[in-house]
Nanobody, 126 residues
């Protein structure tokens, strides 16, 4: 059974930092794009960041560019999201995501995601 286990969320003050982790099991994702989406209360799930299978190409939503950094460790079948300078508007449930097709770009659309984590809540207080 394929699982993406996301973790690392919590409560932090504005300006603070958090590091999210996502550990995959059940299959290898070393040849698959991975990324993060988020969903704030009452809003649609939106793209945050993605990283290609080699880790050499990353993409970020404009709202997080310069503050968030995505990385991966294929030896651990894991992807990470380092978040700094957090703002109250970053408050959301963050979901790890992965493409199911090797070497296929996941893109920014939820339709490009084949696997989801259960989510980890990030709350940023003002």
């Amino acid at each position: 059974q394929v699982q993406l286990k996301d973790s690392g969320g919590g409560l932090v003050q504005a300006g603070g930092s958090l590091r999210l982790s996502c550990a995959a099991s059940g299959r290898t994702f070393s040849r698959n794009d991975m990324g993060w989406f988020r969903q704030a209360p009452g809003k649609e799930r939106e793209f945050v960041a993605s990283i290609n299978w080699r880790g050499g190409t990353t993409d970020y939503a404009d709202s997080v560019k310069g503050r968030f950094t995505i990385s991966r460790d294929n030896s651990r079948n894991s992807v990470y999201l380092q978040m700094i300078s957090l703002k109250p508007e970053d408050t959301a449930v963050y979901y790890c995501a992965a493409s199911g097709k090797p070497f296929d770009a996941m893109g920014r659309d939820k339709l490009g995601v084949d696997y989801w984590g259960k989510g980890t809540l990030v709350t940023v207080s003002s």
